[in-house]
């Protein structure tokens, strides 16, 4: 299985991205998915995650209201849209599968895509 997460940049606050993970493989719809963050210097943060048919979305605090999750098994693709993002959404944002379903820790997933670098600006 094999992840690759696009879609970050430069944004200025208050600004939206959309983060996109495409899924090799067809066993997507098989899999959780799951979206962290790491910025410098801090430990990987979990963000929101989507069970496989889509029913059920967990999100951490600092993502509610603002962020959701979502996720197409025809495309096997998962998503993360981001809208009135803040300095602090700066970071590193990575997708990942498993099998835990609203898994919140990097051990609950055992797939990882390569990241992508979101940077909010003042």
């Known amino acids: 299985v094999q992840l690759q997460a696009s879609g970050g940049g430069l944004v200025q606050a208050g600004g939206s991205l959309r983060l996109s993970c495409a899924v090799s493989?067809?066993?997507?719809?098989?899999?959780?998915m799951g979206w962290f963050r790491q910025a410098p210097g801090k430990e990987r943060e979990f963000i929101a995650a989507?069970?496989?048919?889509?029913?059920?979305?967990y999100y951490a605090d600092s993502a509610k209201g603002r962020f959701t999750i979502s996720r197409d098994n025809a495309k096997n693709t998962v998503y993360l849209q981001m809208d009135s993002l803040k300095p602090e959404d700066t970071a590193v944002y990575y997708c990942?599968?498993?099998?835990?379903?609203?898994?919140?820790?990097?051990?609950?997933?055992?797939?990882w895509g390569q990241g992508t670098q979101v940077t909010v600006s003042s």
């Open positions: 990942a599968a498993g099998a835990v379903t609203g898994g919140f820790t990097r051990s609950d997933y055992a797939y």
């Open positions: 493989g067809r066993t997507f719809s098989t899999y959780a």
């Open positions: 989507i069970s496989r048919s889509a029913v059920a979305e």
